[in-house]
């Protein structure tokens, strides 16, 4: 066989690159997840093989590299020998070259088959024709299409960063979509091992809104100490996950990556690393805070050396500032006054896991496997609070039903070292009332009381329906107090001001949600209850025992608020937290 022609030979990154976008096609054109899938699990296996693709090509032995199986390798194949492929072109061939950009099919409510309308009907290729079409009406007209679907293609441009209309300068590489924080903390595990491999790269760090923990990330920040910045900024533009590149200048890039995500990297030199970490990490107001203080001091924040940004720190005079604290909101006056944030919550302090359901509602998990994982993890106290009756959506227990479950719990503390804890989430009632009758409510332990249901009443009206369950004499934790569900529901509409004055005046905590795409009550709405020296429970709202790591999410916005150890009902003891929660 004569050796191909190497005009024809296309490289490992660019093969691995043209695989991923198959992937991200078929994903999106709602193909099956697995033969998706098989395309990047062999784009990863070409980035991760060390040695020469045209060895395993000629020797017949792609199959050998973990991920890729025959047909996968007939495709690897074609492309590299003639820069090609059948299986391919099946895939990308009859996708217009303006919509393999990707970036307008992440939109929420434009399927695929929409967006192929929009290019063929209107030749819409871009978020700014997106824009127009919609302000317009015109899309309205398409078959399909419609005032809802509209309305939801406008909202989700308005969200979005960088969007058509809001003279950002990313407007030009299309939306953003914000993701989740547990979402963006996947995309950091899967980013930061490809990081650790720049050129030079002798420290990684992420920075940004992830690093703050806020509760959606719209751009993943890195920083990456390396003493050859040019060369590790060309192997970030050169990688295979990348889609596009959306701006470049000699010290950061931001890209695009195939599955939407988009990556700010910014490269320094070992002895400027804290300066630029906390200038990536922000916020803006909190960075020109600290760039006022550099500029009485006689110098530029950017220009203080230091390995870490504890340095940057002391030559501004100032202690440690944990980033999660970095919002403006009184942290730097609190540090220049001697505040260290020794007090500041963490996950060690917790000493009891509440708000767990198991499989007596809608939990995956028995009574005893919880507590057994509770017990694994150093747990003293762990609470039970299956849904009301009025759940019944979510399986909730009925009265009747409550007898097998309190023998459960029984059952299984003889077994565990935990304190197991009697409980309920009972639902606040359109009336304002609570589930279950009154006597039910006072033989429990714990009760967290929580909306599920009616989300849109008026506000005035969800306003007294929150207030009338405050002042029920058993009501002690308000759960997932304003309804949120991140980046798919609105917090309910309601005066918060006013129902936090009346929790002020009960003996009733606020929880503090750690469910991932909860994470309510927000943080300014924490710091707000912490001027009225109101309490917390951190949560897990559990509902396996994997979910009850969620209370890393109910720590870091706990800390995102400034809240304190003291502050916490459930860093105490099994004796304190019972007298404190007790109906």
């Not at 009760?447 to 007294?464: D, G, K």
């Not at 949600?513 to 949560?539: M, Q, T």
Request: aromatic share 4%.
């Amino acid at each position: 066989m004569s050796p191909p022609d190497p005009s024809s030979i296309r490289s490992k990154a660019e093969i691995a690159r043209r695989l991923r976008e198959a992937g991200e096609l078929l994903r999106l054109q709602g193909e099956s997840p697995y033969r998706a899938g098989a395309y990047e699990t062999g784009a990863d296996a070409l980035d991760a093989f060390g040695g020469e693709l045209s060895t395993v090509v000629e020797g017949g032995r792609l199959t050998e590299l973990r991920g890729i199986g025959p047909s996968l390798a007939q495709t690897i194949s074609d492309l590299w020998r003639t820069g090609e492929s059948p299986a391919l072109h099946k895939i990308t061939g009859e996708v217009p070259p303006a919509l393999r950009g990707l970036a307008l099919a992440r939109i929420p409510g434009l399927t695929w088959r929409r967006l192929r309308a929009l290019h063929d009907e209107l030749g819409i290729t871009t978020a700014d024709e997106l824009h127009a079409a919609v302000a317009s009406g015109v899309i309205e007209s398409l078959k399909g299409m419609g005032p809802k679907t509209a309305a939801r293609i406008r909202e989700a441009l308005e969200r979005a960063p960088g969007a058509a209309g809001t003279g950002a300068p990313e407007a030009s590489a299309g939306p953003a979509a914000r993701m989740v924080l547990v979402d963006a903390l996947a995309a950091e595990r899967r980013l930061l091992p490809r990081l650790r491999h720049l050129p030079g790269a002798e420290a990684v760090a992420t920075a940004g809104e992830l690093r703050r923990r806020c509760e959606t990330v719209g751009v993943l920040a890195f920083v990456v100490s390396t003493r050859a910045p040019d060369e590790a900024l060309q192997a970030v533009a050169a990688d295979s996950s990348v889609l596009s590149i959306d701006a470049r200048d000699e010290r950061s890039c931001r890209v695009r990556l195939f599955d939407g995500t988009a990556v700010t990297i910014t490269v320094t030199t070992p002895r400027r690393f804290g300066a630029a970490l906390l200038q990536a990490t922000g916020s803006a107001a909190h960075l020109a805070k600290l760039a006022a203080r550099a500029g009485a001091a006689g110098c530029q924040l950017g220009d203080i050396e230091g390995a870490d940004e504890t340095a940057v720190y002391a030559r501004l005079r100032l202690p440690f500032i944990p980033p999660e604290l970095r919002e403006d909101q009184g942290e730097v006056e609190l540090a220049d006054a001697g505040d260290r944030f020794e007090d500041l919550i963490a996950e060690s302090d917790i000493r009891g896991l509440v708000h767990c359901h198991t499989t007596h509602s809608d939990g995956r998990d028995s009574v005893l496997a919880m507590a057994q994982a509770a017990d694994a993890l150093g747990m003293a106290y762990l609470t039970i609070t299956d849904h009301s009756p009025t759940a019944s959506y979510a399986g909730g227990v009925t009265r009747e039903r409550l007898q097998a479950q309190w023998q459960e719990i029984a059952a299984a503390q003889a077994q565990v070292k935990v304190s197991l804890l009697r409980g309920t989430e009972s639902d606040i009632l359109r009336d304002g009332g609570l589930d279950y009758p009154d006597e039910v409510l006072r033989s429990l332990d714990v009760v967290v009381a929580s909306v599920h249901e009616r989300h849109r009443l008026p506000p005035a009206e969800m306003t007294e329906r929150i207030v009338r369950a405050i002042q029920h004499p058993v009501f002690k934790i308000w759960g997932h107090p304003l309804g949120r569900l991140l980046l798919r529901r609105e917090p309910i509409a309601c005066d918060v001001e006013h129902i936090l004055d009346v929790v002020a005046v009960s003996r009733a905590a606020i929880e503090i949600n750690g469910s991932p795409h909860r994470l309510d009550l927000a943080p300014e709405w924490v710091r707000a209850a912490r001027r009225r020296g109101i309490k917390f429970v951190i949560s897990t709202d559990a509902h396996s025992t994997g979910e009850l790591a969620n209370l890393a999410f109910g720590v870091a916005m706990a800390r995102r608020a400034g809240v304190r150890g003291g502050e916490v009902l459930n860093a105490g003891s099994v004796e304190d937290f019972r007298a404190a929660v007790r109906p």
